[in-house]
């Protein structure tokens, strides 16, 4: 499934270099991001920094999605909305009562169209019949369970911890839904 699309940058996401284009070994993978602890809560902040197409982050209704495989498996245009969107809430994409991707009426045709104001992306039908639309996905990535790691923390809380015998002093950033 995966597509090479040569030097082409996607905004201002970095993609994999064509050497990295096929499936690897995992132990000799060198362009997968680290392994990380899954936490019950992530900071905003904590979502930011994964925002380049081989660490890709987002939330949307209180959850936080790892697309990064996701999108190594679909690399292609249709991931590129996605891609542009790592590290950020992209709970505007979808309507909050279905929690499907919002629609709307094509004032010129009169058709109800899902609302891709970034471009189309994975899993959303074309406009038009198209006959090289992939539908052979079960389920579409955001109704995906499993790319859940954890839940947006509601509020963040910042706790200033001072070194006594250095004097130094850090502000952390925590979740207010975990305790210590």
């Not at 987002?58 to 249709?78: A, C, H, M, N, W």
């Not at 970034?118 to 039908?125: C, D």
């Not at 954890?150 to 004097?167: A, E, P």
Request: proline share 7%; glycine share 4%; hydrophobic share 30%.
């Amino acid at each position: 499934n995966a597509e090479y699309m040569g030097d082409q940058i996607m905004s201002a996401a970095k993609l994999l270099p064509e050497k990295f284009s096929e499936l690897t070994d995992l132990k000799k993978a060198k362009h997968i991001p680290p392994p990380y602890k899954i936490r019950k809560y992530y900071t905003p902040r904590e979502v930011s920094v994964h925002c380049i197409a081989n660490d890709c982050w987002v939330s949307f209704f209180g959850e936080v999605y790892d697309l990064t495989k996701l999108i190594q498996e679909y690399y292609g245009l249709e991931v590129e909305p996605l891609i542009k969107a790592a590290g950020t809430d992209i709970t505007h994409w979808f309507d909050t009562k279905t929690r499907e991707p919002k629609t709307y009426i094509n004032p010129t045709t009169n058709i109800k169209e899902f609302y891709t104001p970034n471009g189309r992306y994975l899993h959303i039908p074309p406009a038009n019949p198209e006959s090289t639309w992939d539908n052979s996905f079960e389920k579409p990535w955001w109704q995906e369970k499993q790319l859940s790691i954890g839940n947006l923390t509601k509020k963040v809380r910042k706790l200033r911890i001072i070194n006594m015998l250095t004097k130094d002093d850090d502000i952390l950033e925590v979740c207010s839904e975990e305790c210590m």
